[in-house]
């Protein structure tokens, strides 16, 4: 069955950095693009990121372009999400997803929090 | 980017009634349209997209319609299990902006 498994939040402080990961399974991943949407604490639904397939198609969200960078690794059936210059309106808990029209699948998501 | 409106933002309602949520798209987004179910403490679940198709394993008693501008949710007769917050999606420009969310209580 379809997995995907968050990985890399935690507690860090304002402009500092994390890398978050995504662990796929049970499918083909290199045949599927791939979003990052966020979930600030007891708030809506923010996308944040697509990728394509093969990589060589990359979006983000205003709020994180230039400080953010979406990856993956097709061998490693992984999805990657580098954050940097983090601020404390980045705290959320993150979500990776199959597709890039929202998502038929989503992982259990893991917490960012950004506080000095 | 394209605004999302959806009403009521929260909506108490009794077992087996007729649920309706409503989400309206600051321009036309054609049929690009995702509705969630997110229950406390868990990822979003895909119950409906392109505005009208029942993912699959998603029980019928969940359905959508519309189009351009305006959408409709629908749970024909509402189960306990249902109570949870229902957030729609367009994905017809980036970004893929959702809705504010409607949370779904029992009375």
């Known amino acids: 069955q379809v997995q995907l498994v968050e990985s890399g939040g935690g507690l860090v402080k304002p402009g500092g950095s994390l890398r978050l990961s995504c662990a796929a399974s049970?499918?083909?991943?290199?045949?599927?693009?791939m979003s990052w949407i966020r979930q600030a604490p007891g708030k809506g639904l923010e996308w944040v990121s697509y990728?394509?397939?093969?990589?060589?198609?990359?979006y983000y969200a205003d709020s994180v372009k230039g400080r953010f960078t979406i990856s993956r690794d097709n061998a490693k059936n992984s999805l990657y999400l580098q954050m940097n210059s983090l601020r404390a309106e980045d705290t959320a808990v993150y979500y990776c997803?199959?597709?890039?029209?929202?998502?038929?699948?989503w992982g259990q998501g893991t917490l960012v929090t950004v506080s000095s | 980017d394209i605004q999302m409106t959806q009403s009521p933002s929260s909506l108490s309602a009794s077992v087996g009634d007729r649920v309706t949520i409503t989400c309206q798209a600051s321009?036309?987004?054609?049929?690009?349209l995702n509705w969630y179910q997110q229950k406390p403490g868990k990822a979003p679940k895909l119950l409906i997209y392109?505005?009208?198709n029942l993912e699959t394993g998603v029980p019928s008693r969940f359905s959508g319609s519309g189009s351009g501008t305006d959408f409709t949710f629908t749970i024909s007769s509402l189960q306990p299990e249902d109570i949870a917050t229902y957030y729609c999606?367009?994905?017809?420009?980036?970004?893929?902006?959702f809705g504010q969310g409607t949370k779904l209580e029992i009375k």
């Open positions: 999606q367009q994905y017809d420009n980036l970004p893929h902006t």
């Open positions: 997803a199959r597709g890039a029209n929202g998502g038929d699948y």
């Open positions: 049970g499918f083909t991943f290199s045949d599927y693009y």
């Open positions: 321009q036309d987004i054609s049929n690009y």
């Open positions: 990728i394509s397939s093969s990589g060589s198609t990359i």
């Open positions: 392109d505005a009208s």
